[in-house]
């Protein structure tokens, strides 16, 4: 908005100086140059009108469209970032893998309208329990993923069953739904980026199958 103002103002300007110069009678020469420089000013405000626009297209790239989070890519980058500064300053950090459980259920049963809603909730609602220099993505499909800087694996294991609760509170026009969480932390588990993420989910694997054997011998009561 602001460019296209800034060249509505040139085009007005020429118009001036073509009057001015017409009345006057200065000599062409002179509104040539001006013209030129108008141009040449213009022509900038239209370069600088296309970076906006692609550096506004690069920051939409990294961002998933459904819940508004990083997305895989992205993160992957903050996450090698990460690796570098726990190295140099010697402090830990831990990750979260998140998946929700029988989430195919509620995209088979009532939609995946629905399904889309409970994304963006679930979203929104672990990104509102982290703090703000904590990375929260989308993995993809029902999983997340969340990057824990400076945090030791007591305190992010703590984070874990803090919002494993304050998930399986959430109802929206659906069964109450819950999530299982994995927890690793570098480089106590590993140095190594891929091996701490698959190692993040299988623990989350382990952590869900542990609470569905839970859940089916509590029904057996």
């Not at 694996?153 to 819950?178: D, V």
Request: aromatic share 8%; net charge neutral; charged share 20%.
């Amino acid at each position: 908005m602001r460019t296209m103002l800034l060249g509505l103002f040139l085009l007005t300007l020429g118009a001036i100086l073509f009057v001015i110069c017409d009345i006057f009678q200065t000599p062409w020469v002179i509104f040539n140059v001006l013209l030129n420089i108008i141009n040449i000013s213009g022509a900038v405000l239209s370069a600088f009108g296309v970076t906006l626009a692609m550096k506004h297209l690069f920051e939409l790239a990294k961002i998933d469209s459904l819940t508004g989070l990083l997305n895989r890519r992205s993160f992957k980058e903050k996450l090698d970032a990460e690796v570098e500064r726990s190295k140099r300053y010697n402090f830990p950090f831990s990750l979260l893998f998140i998946d929700l459980d029988n989430f195919k259920q509620v995209n088979d049963k009532l939609g995946h309208a629905l399904g889309d809603v409970v994304l963006r909730n679930v979203a929104q609602e672990l990104k509102s329990k982290v703090r703000i220099t904590d990375v929260v993505t989308r993995w993809g499909g029902d999983e997340f993923v969340i990057l824990l800087p400076q945090t030791d694996h007591i305190t992010a294991q703590k984070l874990a069953e803090r919002l494993i609760g304050e998930i399986n509170c959430i109802r929206i026009n659906a069964p109450r739904f819950s999530i299982s969480v994995g927890v690793v932390t570098y480089p106590d588990d590993s140095d190594n980026v891929d091996y701490l993420l698959n190692l993040a989910d299988r623990r989350m694997y382990e952590s869900k199958i542990n609470t569905e054997t839970l859940n089916l011998q509590n029904s057996l009561l």
